[in-house]
C-alpha cells in the first residue's frame, strides 16, 4: 500500500474544453530498472552561503534516477570546492569548471553534458521541494506533454532553514492536473495576476497556464533543447529562448502544487543590475520575442510590457549618455514593430501592460525586500 501522500490521486486533467482521467499510478511506477535518467542542470557562481541547501535538496529527491551537472561559472569563492565535495559523495554528481562565462554559457555547458531524456533546471540558491523531478516527471509521462510545471514560492533569506524543512517533508499530491494546448500563446497573453485570480473565480482555470521565461520548475523532454542554446553574455539569456521553445511544444501539463522554493536575494542580477546594456539586453529579448509571436499569430502581449518596458527604463540609465545612439535605434524598432499591430491589438496590449505595471509596483514593494 502506497501512501495518499506519496502518490497520484485520479486527478482530472483539462484539456480546454476535454475532461479526460489521469491514470492511475503511484511513486512504485519509477521503481524499476526502466526508469528514465533526468538530468539537473545547476549553473553555480559565488554562492558557497547557499549552495548546500540547494545540491542537499535535490540529492534528497524521492525519484532517485538522477544525474546532476553543477557547472562551476570560475566562482571565486568556496562553491568549487564544494561541488567537488558533493561528488566525492554521490556518484549522480558531475561537476564542469570552466572560466567565468555567465549564466547562460554555464547553462549551455550543462545542456551539452546532459545524458538524461528529461533535463530540469535550479538556481544555485534555490530549493527544491523533494518530490519535485517525481511529480513533475509523472505527470508529463502520463498526459504525453513536452513540459511540465508546478508552482513556486518566493522566500528570504531568513527562512531558509524553515523552508529546507518544508521541502524536505515534501508536498502532497496534487488534486489537480491541467493539460493544454498552444503554450506560446499562453506565455504572451497569460501573466496579469489579477486577471488569472478572475479567471479561477469564473472556473476557467487561469492560473494553471501561467509560466514565466524562467528554466527552473520544470521538466523538460531533452529534445525540446535540440539547436536550441542560450545567447552567451546576456542578462535576458532565458527570454530570449522563450518563444522558439514555446513554439516546439504541443501540450504542457501543470500541477497545482508548490515545488519550488525560489530565494529573493537583493544583490541578484534581477534585483540589482540597472546599467544600460541590463535594459537593451531584455529590450532586444522582448523585440525577438515580440516578432517571433506575430510570425506565429499570437497576440505578443507579454512582449509588448517588455519591450516598452524595457525603452522607458533605459532611457533613466546612468549610462544612457554613452549609448545614445542605440537607444534611438532602439526605440526606432518598438516604435516600427507596434505599427504591425491592428488598433484592437494595441489596445489589448496598453490595457494588460497598464494592469501588470501595477500589480508589479506591489510585487516590488512585497517580494524584492524579502529579507
Known amino acids: ?16 474544453d476535454e475532461t479526460v482521467r489521469l491514470a492511475h499510478a503511484s ?33 534528497t529527491q524521492s525519484y532517485r534516477t538522477l544525474e546532476i551537472i553543477l557547472i562551476d561559472d570560475g566562482a571565486t569563492d568556496k562553491s568549487p570546492q564544494i561541488c567537488d565535495s ?17 549564466i547562460a554559457k554555464a547553462q549551455n555547458a550543462g545542456l551539452d553534458a546532459a ?9 544555485n540558491d534555490d530549493i527544491l521541494d ?75 482555470n487561469t492560473e494553471a497556464r501561467y509560466f514565466n521565461e524562467a528554466n527552473w ?14 545567447p552567451e553574455g546576456m542578462y535576458a539569456q532565458d527570454v530570449m529562448v522563450a ?18 522554493y525560489w530565494l529573493q536575494s ?11 546594456s541590463f535594459y537593451q539586453d531584455n529590450l532586444n529579448a522582448g523585440l525577438s520575442n515580440f516578432e517571433h509571436a506575430l510570425s506565429q499569430s499570437v497576440l505578443p502581449a507579454r512582449s509588448y510590457y517588455t519591450m516598452v518596458g524595457s525603452l522607458n527604463e533605459a532611457a533613466s540609465a546612468p549610462d544612457l549618455g554613452s549609448n545614445r545612439n542605440a537607444y534611438k535605434h532602439s526605440k526606432t524598432e518598438v516604435q516600427s514593430l507596434i505599427k504591425k499591430l491592428s488598433l484592437s491589438q494595441k489596445i489589448i496590449c496598453v490595457i494588460l501592460r497598464h494592469i501588470r505595471l501595477a500589480e508589479k509596483a506591489v510585487y516590488d514593494r512585497k517580494i524584492k525586500n524579502m529579507r
Not at 505527470?139 to 511540465?148: F, H, I, P, V
Not at 518563444?243 to 519550488?260: A, E, F, N, P, Q
Request: charged share 20%; hydrophobic share 35%; aromatic share 10%.
Open 1 to 16: 500500500g502506497v501512501s495518499k501522500r506519496h502518490r497520484f490521486h485520479q486527478s482530472p486533467i483539462t484539456l480546454y
Open 27 to 59: 511513486r512504485m511506477h519509477f521503481m524499476t530498472d526502466s526508469r528514465p535518467l533526468v538530468s539537473i542542470i545547476v549553473p553555480v557562481y559565488n554562492a558557497e552561503k547557499y549552495l548546500p541547501y540547494c545540491v542537499d535538496s535535490i540529492l
Open 86 to 102: 558533493y561528488a566525492a559523495l554521490d556518484s549522480r554528481v558531475h561537476v564542469i569548471h570552466q572560466e567565468n562565462g555567465g
Open 115 to 123: 545524458h538524461g531524456e528529461y533535463v530540469a533546471f535550479a538556481d
Open 130 to 204: 523533494c518530490h519535485n523531478i517525481e511529480f513533475l516527471l509523472h505527470a508529463l509521462l502520463n498526459s504525453g506533454s513536452d513540459m511540465s510545471k508546478a508552482r513556486w514560492q518566493q522566500f528570504g533569506i531568513s527562512q531558509l532553514n524553515e523552508v529546507k524543512s518544508i521541502a524536505a517533508v515534501g508536498a502532497t499530491a496534487p488534486n489537480k492536473v491541467t493539460v493544454f494546448k498552444n503554450p506560446l500563446q499562453s506565455y504572451q497573453t497569460v501573466f496579469c495576476k489579477s486577471l488569472r485570480l478572475i479567471g479561477d473565480i469564473l472556473k476557467k
Open 217 to 230: 520548475c520544470r521538466l523538460y523532454k531533452r529534445e525540446l533543447w535540440d539547436g536550441i542554446r542560450f
Open 243 to 260: 518563444g522558439k521553445l514555446y513554439s516546439r511544444m504541443h501540450k504542457v501539463v501543470d500541477i497545482d502544487c508548490t515545488l519550488y
Open 266 to 276: 537583493p544583490g541578484s542580477v534581477t534585483h540589482s543590475k540597472r546599467n544600460y
